[in-house]
Nanobody, 116 residues
Framework: QVQLVESGGGSVQVGGSLTLSCVAR????????MGWSRQTPQKEREFVAS????????VYAESVKGRFTISRDNPKSTVYLEMKNVTREDAAVYYC?????????WGQGARVTVSS
């Protein structure tokens, strides 16, 4: 029964950087895989990145490899997505998620716009 709250969305110029945050509220610890997906009105939601609880295992979509970095700070119950060398294709609403044994919990989304 955790609530995921994203922050850090906004406007970024092509080639610039932006970092999103997602805090898990409603529990004292986070020991689940967490990640990020993104969606535009014209496209289906697509996977971006995920990270294991201790951070030792990360998975990235091919489109963001080498540019995005997912990380987490477990004492703060927070997962981050650092976006570098942003392109116009990165503009989307970014959703944080946490996997439980039974379902995937989603945050409310953070919008990222990209300008030339």
């Amino acid at each position: 029964q955790v609530q995921l709250v994203e922050s850090g969305g906004g406007s970024v110029q092509v080639g610039g950087s932006l970092t999103l945050s997602c805090v898990a509220r409603g529990r004292t610890s986070s020991r689940r895989v967490m990640g990020w997906s993104r969606q535009t009105p014209q496209k289906e939601r697509e996977f971006v990145a995920s990270i294991s609880y201790r951070g030792g295992s990360t998975v990235y979509a091919e489109s963001v490899k080498g540019r995005f970095t997912i990380s987490r700070d477990n004492p703060k119950s927070t997962v981050y997505l650092e976006m570098k060398n942003v392109t116009r294709e990165d503009a989307a609403v970014y959703y944080c998620y946490e996997d439980t044994d039974t379902k995937r919990n989603w945050g409310q989304g953070a919008r990222v716009t990209v300008s030339s």
